[in-house]
């Protein structure tokens, strides 16, 4: 009988993001089922890009499942939580859109995924909403301008109101920091909805700064619209400003990212378009300029076009802070979810497009079965019956506590996950099953092709889940499709995991005695001056050759972000850790010194590069691709880890 998979082979490790850009995603939690589905707009319903699964309503806990599991699949290290704030300063109180007392439902569904280090939220203060809190507590009429001068409403308005019940509604673990200090980001102050602003602005913040301190022990820092600085000219000078957001807007202004002496802030968007672009009345009907398309800004190009635009801008400009507008905005046509809209390539394309850029180490990813891409079902509809369903015949149920799982599965039927990120190397595959039949067979599709089929063991019941192992397989870097069989059916599936399971690896060299290490995790100068082993000091050495990590190996040698290394020409001079994508420069050839075989702790090895140099220390510390021959410079000792 095949023992269950250990428990690290199937457990979500955090994103790391270390000397890398930071994305998060501007999340809304304020909808119900027919919001998201459509709209009426001048008299005409209007579709919007409708969500996979139903219904899509924030008061039932599957809809907080549902967003922390495609997060958690997006690998999100932050997501962004707006507050609009609260009528009331009662703790009780969860009435109102975007009333930030309702997060605790987001806490309590990362508790029941098993997540709680996995992802952090950040405060994003929806300013224009302040203004009608502000109307609602003074009994103004509604559209009244907030004066900013007026220090008693900094206090009743924005702190009680607004920012404090964020803060205490989600607990300080999950709190996103910045130089270990919370981060607020602070939304437009236009003209629209206040005035006073010059001279006033800096005031607002120290004293939001001030109370927060005295309440929490810390103070905030925050990033602020672009308004701010426009408006007030005294806002950049509150010490706790970090950054400068100038946000997105149609047609063309898909992204910005906006420095701050070393911290960049930024925003891109997937797509966009003003609902008064539908509005047959409005002034705006049909008016391309309230439109961002989805396939390039100009139209010309394939969906998914726009955001990748933005997130490669994103990289270029070495963001410190990107904000992803915004994960569910179903209302401005602008999401990320997972949605059955048939202009997607498919439904987690967004999904996927976000992992591509947020988790370069591909170490782990969990799969959710009812979430797949693509399927087939041999039966019509969900014959589960379940409340929380997806869209089409895949059949699923609900499990206790909280997910789904694929149910009812019949001999042939499959579940595929379309374009998978991989950086090069070894990875094994594991399923979370039920099955009350002996040697039902699954089967696993690495891009069409199968691995062995693997008998299942039976579990007690249709409602006791065990774990087993699918197989290993090498893969090289970019785009993959996974597809689990169902050969005999009678099985229930919860979800596939994938795990890098190549060794990392550490070199300290035998010219200093130092361990070699990439400054920041990555993206830096790499340099042999360490004299103990963290995290920096260690190498995802990607096997291409798969199996044992062995004498005349060609690797990928990933730092600590999941940054490739790189002989910059193929050799012969610098090494760079700045690529995302492995081509020949980033390949390496293990030459093992003291024998063949498979590569143990305390070997000694020499890196050659593609063109045939070597590894070189130097002097200095430095390491370089310079070396034509083997000696001490080119000769380090190996340390072998996991992942």
């Excluded at 179903?330 to 394309?349: D, F, I, M, N």
């Amino acid at each position: 009988m095949r023992a269950a998979v250990p428990s690290a082979d199937i457990t979500l490790q955090p994103v790391v993001t270390d000397n890398l850009p930071v994305f998060t995603s501007l999340t809304a939690y304020n909808y119900t089922d027919s919001e998201a589905v459509s709209t009426v707009l001048g008299g005409a319903t209007v579709l919007y890009d409708a969500p996979l699964f139903y219904p899509f309503d924030s008061s039932t806990p599957g809809w907080w499942d549902n967003l922390v599991a495609d997060l958690l699949q997006a690998r999100l290290p932050v997501v962004m939580f707006a507050t609009r704030g609260t009528q009331t300063t009662s703790p009780t109180d969860l009435n109102g859109g975007l009333n930030p007392r309702q997060l605790s439902q987001m806490t309590t569904a990362l508790q029941r995924a098993g997540a709680t280090n996995l992802l952090k939220l950040a405060c994003f203060v929806d300013n224009p909403s302040m203004e009608g809190i502000y109307t609602s507590f003074h009994g103004l009429p509604g559209g009244t301008v907030m004066d900013l001068s007026v220090s008693s409403d900094w206090n009743d308005v924005f702190w009680l109101r607004g920012v404090k019940p964020w803060f205490d509604t989600v607990p300080s673990q999950y709190w996103y920091r910045v130089n270990n200090r919370p981060v607020i980001q602070w939304w437009s102050i236009a003209q629209k909805w206040f005035s006073n602003q010059q001279g006033n602005t800096s005031k607002l913040l120290q004293f939001i700064s001030d109370s927060f301190n005295t309440a929490y022990g810390v103070r905030p820092v925050f990033i602020i619209d672009q308004t701010w600085e426009s408006l007030d000219s005294t806002a950049l000078t509150q010490p706790d400003v970090i950054g400068v957001n100038d946000w997105f807007g149609p047609p063309t202004k898909s992204y910005t990212y906006t420095a701050l002496g070393s911290f960049i802030s930024g925003t891109a968007v997937a797509g966009f378009i003003n609902p008064s672009y539908f509005d047959s009345t409005s002034s705006n009907y049909h008016n391309a300029n309230m439109v961002i398309p989805r396939n390039k800004v100009d139209g010309t190009g394939v969906n998914g076009d726009t955001f990748t635009a933005g997130l490669d801008a994103a990289v270029a400009a070495n963001s410190t802070f990107t904000v992803l507008e915004g994960f569910n905005d179903v209302r401005e046509w602008a999401g990320l979810y997972r949605s059955a809209a048939s202009a997607w390539s498919s439904p987690g394309q967004y999904i996927n497009l976000i992992r591509r850029y947020s988790d370069l180490r591909t170490v782990t990813l969990r799969l959710e079965a009812e979430s797949c891409d693509e399927y087939l079902d041999t039966t019509t509809g969900n014959s589960s019956g379940e409340v929380d369903q997806r869209s089409g015949n895949l059949d699923i149920r609900a499990l206790t506590g909280s997910g789904w799982a694929v149910t009812n599965t019949a001999a042939g039927e499959w579940v595929q996950f379309d374009k998978i990120d991989f950086s090069p190397g070894n990875y094994r595959f594991a399923i979370r099953y039920a099955t009350t039949t002996a040697n039902s067979r699954m089967r696993l599709y690495v891009d069409g092709v199968a691995l062995p089929d693997v008998p299942l063991p039976a579990t007690t019941s249709m409602n006791t889940f065990d774990t087993i192992s699918l197989g290993q397989k090498t893969i090289g870097w970019g785009t993959h499709t996974l597809k689990v069989m169902f050969v005999d059916g009678g099985v229930d599936l919860d979800w596939l995991f994938v795990k890098k399971v190549d060794p990392m690896l550490t070199i300290k060299s035998t010219l200093n005695g130092f361990y070699v290490t990439a400054e920041r995790g990555g993206n830096n100068v790499i340099i042999a001056n360490r004299t103990a082993i963290g995290g920096w000091e260690q190498f995802s050495a990607d096997d291409t050759n798969g199996g044992t990590l062995s004498a005349n190996d060609v690797i990928n040698l990933q730092a600590h972000d999941g940054l490739l290394l790189s002989a910059e020409g193929g050799g012969g001079g610098q090494l760079s850790v700045n690529r995302r994508r492995a081509g020949g420069w980033e390949q390496f050839t293990v030459v093992k010194l003291n024998g063949s075989g498979a590569l143990v702790n305390g070997d000694s090895i020499a890196l050659r590069t593609v063109n045939g140099q070597y590894l070189t220390v130097t002097s200095t510390g430095q390491v370089n691709c310079s070396g034509t021959s083997i000696s001490a410079a080119q000769t380090f000792s190996v340390t072998l880890g996991t992942q």
